[in-house]
């Protein structure tokens, strides 16, 4: 190695090592990347937790749909050219 590159790199190394991050500075940046680490999974858990939620409602609608089908169905009557469904059935 040059000289001149390790008569500047000594002191850089030395001054980067212990003197830019003071015990203070490590705490403060460990907590604030604690922090960001569990709003991340935070975040991460609740967009999985979300999608179950969404699955779970359109299965819902599915389920309430056949049953309104089948209650039309079953109320309904074939006239001549029409089909007519009579409200008063539906709620029996």
Do not use: W
Not at 68 to 86: K, M, N, Q
């Amino acid at each position: 190695m040059p000289a001149f590159v390790s008569k500047f790199t000594v002191p850089m190394r030395r001054f980067l090592g212990h003197h830019i991050f003071s015990s203070l500075t490590r705490r403060i940046l460990f907590l604030n990347l604690a922090g960001l680490a569990v709003l991340v999974t935070g975040i991460l858990y609740l967009n999985t937790f979300r999608d179950g939620l969404i699955d779970a409602r359109v299965e819902s609608l599915m389920t309430q749909g056949e049953i309104i089908a089948g209650a039309i169905a079953a109320s309904a009557t074939v006239e001549t050219d029409s089909i007519s469904i009579d409200p008063e059935k539906l709620l029996e």
